[in-house]
């Protein structure tokens, strides 16, 4: 391997400019030592993508050089950086979802004829040696994006990497599962591999790597050893200014507000147990748990999505029809947790899904649509909730993470929503969009929109939130004023009275 | 800039393709005729005479094409469209042309009801539903028509009917008004009104249709009706033009309405398509027909050069269709052999496939 003094990974003035002249790399220097967690920052946009392309082989720099082991390297496919010893996990995991996770994990292995034993016995040693279990003949469709995630790191360890470069592998999961990846990580580590990661949570990079980079505009603006470090300045350096927190409340104006919904004894069996509770105008419920302590299927019982569920839903009073459409039409919205899968039309341009749940109001007659007041009422929004986009014709897929939930949070503000429902509404998006989401959720709030909002940060909820209930197990377990309650209380009552976090990915 | 870029993005191949293709052709052959020293093939006797044949494949392939918007696929509209020109032939003696009309009509529409209801509210595949109708009612026909020929017996009904088909409005025979107008009238519901938006909302992502408050059941099963319906009025056009039908007709005709959908760039997938171009693409395959009629080419020729022509078409939409990407670029994806596993949603049922 490595000498230890001289960088496994070494670039030099990395640049890459698209044929149509967008630099998204503009000469970037990066060293990546083995034995070590390498921390790359920025925000979406900064380059992060490209560069991660480039590494992975599936694009090529313009300019620049890459020195892999101290010597120059080119790749054109894929295949070869694999074969050099690189391995990627993207954010969405390239899975074959009928095959089992044994398959899975030697998908790329060469040679025509597959002997189960001996694979099974390399895949259980590869296991013990990162401590963790799974049952390795489940098909990889019925895994948690969490599981998924492990079966991508195993399949990288038994391509026997030695630089393992792992795009936001925490983003889509809950603590418990978080704390095996972060284990891992360190273990790869230990073993004398290298490992690049990208992620958002500042507290993960600061608590795991051994040096930074960060990129903005396509540049590396700040590398450092991690512990010369705080989350102040990554931030900071991310952002290039100082991060605004989320407006703080002003604590008791919003409680005063008349309960705008009523949950009363609603419940889904196998997934959720009868909850009943208020949201007032103003008021920004938040709602803690892990993944899979039944905090979406909440949002969705009450939308009326969960055609299995039982109880009664009011709106001012009035009993709602359980179905999406009554629930729309009298008020309620729902911001799903799967943005590309569940929220937006991809074929859609931005005014048609601004439009799409209230397109009676941009209608004559409820029928005939009026181009020109949809149009207008994107303009608008875009003004409104500063949308960065060239304009209202931009396709969807073209915006970032950032924006895209915008669109799909002001899609129920052109109609009568009272109440609105968010799942996980900053997930996936960089921290500057993150605190202007929740500045929004605050200004929507302060409008007299009664919200309900699920998180996985528990930051964020304490920031945002009026009040927090605690769910586990799809029960609705304690409640908290946010002024009044720490991250780690929630944590606590989140893991239960013991405080024990649960093990094992994605109860359901 | 941006309008330039809006009028580059209309004309350029994947948009407009199909017309320049119906052009090209046209010219083709005229050119060819010309030289040839063949009757001019740009009469308006010929090309009136094209748009008459396609018209009825046109209608089919207009609901199609509203079918797969919604993200379906309905194998069984040549079937339907023979159910409904047994019905029609064998009830006009006995009820009139009007009430067999209705019946045939109803008949044709609740195989689409049916065909809807298994794939929506059952959830059985759309090829395996539509393709188990196409063989079940095709054998439907076969029963009820004892398996040989219908004809009209009594004078009074043939008159009215070979009248509601090969009647004129001035140069134009009715089916091409038929075709035109339901043309126009779904172009009109489908890009301006919110209907159609709901249509295109179902089938580009029905996920988010739904939690929009969009009955994504109802616009899929309408769909389907839509199609049974519309099959069921060419079947009666075919019936009526010749007052008698066999019970093996049509048989095929599924594929050629499909093909112009295609031809038209109709996606497969759900969320895209335009009529307009659907009967763009069912005038170029008979305008191909009509074209080995009228050079005396071998009628043996015909399957190979459609066949070319559909998956070319396809070729230019898939390829025309990576917006920004660049020729390298696709390549380089082309190495890049494993597949992503794009339903992260266990409980939604698996419809379809994207890639």
């Known amino acids: 391997m490595s000498d230890g003094s001289s960088p496994l990974l070494e670039l030099e003035r990395l640049e890459k400019i698209y044929p149509n002249g967008t630099a998204a790399l503009s000469g970037v220097d990066l060293e990546v030592r083995s034995a070590t967690v390498h921390g790359l920052l920025g925000a979406n946009g900064a380059g992060k993508s490209t560069l991660i392309r480039i590494l992975s082989g599936a694009t090529r720099a313009t300019a620049g050089e ?45 040679g025509g004829w597959r002997r189960g034993q001996p694979l099974e016995a390399r895949l259980s040693r590869l296991m013990a040696s990162i401590g963790y279990e799974i049952d390795i003949h489940a098909p990889v469709e019925t895994l ?44 790869l580590a230990a073993e004398g591999r290298a490992v690049l990661l990208v992620s958002h949570f500042l507290d993960e990079v600061l608590a795991l790597t051994d040096e930074v980079t960060v990129l903005r505009d396509g540049a590396a603006v700040l590398t450092s050893a991690t512990a010369l ?35 009363i004894g609603l419940e889904s069996p196998g997934r959720l147990a009868p909850c009943s509770f208020a949201v007032g105008a103003g008021e920004v419920l938040g709602i803690a748990g892990f993944l899979g302590s039944g905090r979406s299927e909440l949002l969705h019982a009450i939308f009326g999505a969960d055609r299995g569920a039982r109880g009664e839903v009011r709106l001012f009073g009035k009993p709602l029809a359980r179905s999406p459409r009554a629930a729309v039409a009298a008020g309620i919205a729902l911001v799903p947790e799967d943005r590309q899968a569940q929220g937006l039309v991809p074929e859609f341009p931005l005014w048609k899904n601004l439009t799409l749940a209230h397109l009676g109001r941009f209608a004559r007659w409820g029928l005939f649509l009026r181009s020109a007041s949809e149009t207008a009422a994107a303009e608008a929004a875009i003004e409104q909730l500063g949308i960065k986009a060239h304009g209202v014709a931009t396709a969807v897929s073209e915006l970032s993470g950032g924006n895209a939930q915008k669109v799909s949070v002001a899609r129920w503000l052109c109609g009568p929503t009272q109440l609105l429902l968010l799942d996980e509404p900053t997930a996936g998006i960089d921290v ?27 930051t964020e909820l304490t920031a945002a939130a009026d009040r927090i209930l605690i769910m586990r197990e799809g029960a609705i377990v304690a409640e908290r004023m946010a002024v009044a309650t720490s991250e780690e209380e929630l944590v606590l009552l989140a893991s239960g009275a013991a405080g024990e976090l649960p093990t094992g990915a994605g109860i359901s | 800039m941006r309008f330039q870029a809006e009028v580059r993005r209309a004309l350029g191949l994947r948009e407009a393709g199909v017309y320049y293709a119906l052009l090209l052709l046209i010219i083709t052959l005229a050119v060819v ?50 159910l409904a020109a047994a019905v029609q032939i064998g009830a006009v003696d006995a009820v009139g042309f009007a009430p067999a009309l209705c019946l045939a009509l109803a008949a044709a529409a609740a195989v689409g009801l ?65 075709m035109a107008g339901f043309t126009l009238l779904v172009w009109l519901v489908v890009h301006f009104t919110t209907l159609g938006r709901r249509t295109y909302a179902v ?91 009228v050079l005396n080419l071998g009628a043996n020729y015909q399957g190979l050069i459609e066949g070319t022509v559909l998956i070319a078409a396809a070729a230019i939409y898939t390829v025309g269709g990576r917006r920004g990407k660049s020729l390298r670029r696709l390549r380089a994806l082309a190495h890049d052999t494993i597949i992503p596993v794009r339903s992260a949603l266990p409980e939604t049922p698996c419809h379809k496939t994207r890639c």
């Open chain 2, 203 to 293: 089938g580009g992502n029905a996920e988010a249709a739904r939690l929009c408050g969009i009955r994504v059941n109802a616009y899929r099963i309408g769909a389907f009706v839509l199609s049974g319906l519309v099959a069921g009025f060419a079947g009666v056009l075919y019936a009526s033009r010749f007052g008698a039908m066999n019970p093996t007709a049509l048989q095929g005709e599924e594929l050629t309405v499909i093909a112009a959908a295609i031809l038209g760039g109709t996606s497969l997938f759900g969320g895209a398509g335009s009529v307009l171009k659907t009967v763009a693409g069912a005038l170029v395959l008979y305008t191909l027909t009509n074209g080995f009629n």
């Open chain 2, 33 to 82: 005729c010309a030289v040839l020293g063949r009757p001019s093939y740009l009469s308006a006797v010929n090309l009136i005479n094209i748009v008459y044949q396609a018209a009825p494949v046109a209608l089919m392939g207009v609901a199609m094409t509203v079918v797969l918007i919604t993200g379906n696929f309905d194998l069984s509209v040549a079937s339907v469209a023979a």
């Open chain 1, 144 to 187: 948690s994006i969490g599981e998924r995630q492990m079966v991508g790191i195993l399949q990288a360890l038994a391509a026997e990497a030695t630089l393992i470069i792992m795009d936001e592998p925490t983003a889509s999961l809950a603590a418990a599962e978080r704390q095996i990846v972060h284990r891992t990580l360190r273990r």
């Open chain 1, 229 to 263: 470090l705080d989350e102040a300045g990554l931030a900071a350096a991310i952002v290039g200014r100082a991060v605004r927190e989320a407006a703080p409340r002003a604590p008791g104006d919003a409680v005063a507000g008349r309960p705008v919904a009523e949950i």
């Open chain 1, 432 to 458: 500057g969009a993150k605190s202007e989401i929740l500045a929004l959720i605050r200004e929507l709030a302060a409008g007299g929109l009664a919200i309900v909002l699920v998180s996985s940060e528990l």
């Open chain 2, 114 to 178: 049916l065909n809807g209801v298994m794939v929506q509210l059952v959830g059985i595949n759309a090829f395996i539903v539509t393709l188990g109708t196409l063989t079940a009612v095709r054998g439907l026909v076969l029963i009820v028509t004892g398996g040989r020929s219908l004809m009209v017996q009594t004078p009074a009904a043939l008159a009215t009917m070979t009248g509601f088909e090969s009647g004129r409005a001035g140069p134009f025979p009715y089916p091409i008004l038929y």
């Open chain 1, 66 to 110: 890459i020195l892999w082991r101290g010597e120059r390297v080119s790749w054109s496919r894929p295949a070869q950086a694999r074969a050099a010893g690189i391995a990627t996990l993207h954010q969405q995991i390239p899975l074959v979802g009928t095959l089992s996770v044994l398959e899975n994990v030697f998908l790329a292995q060469r």
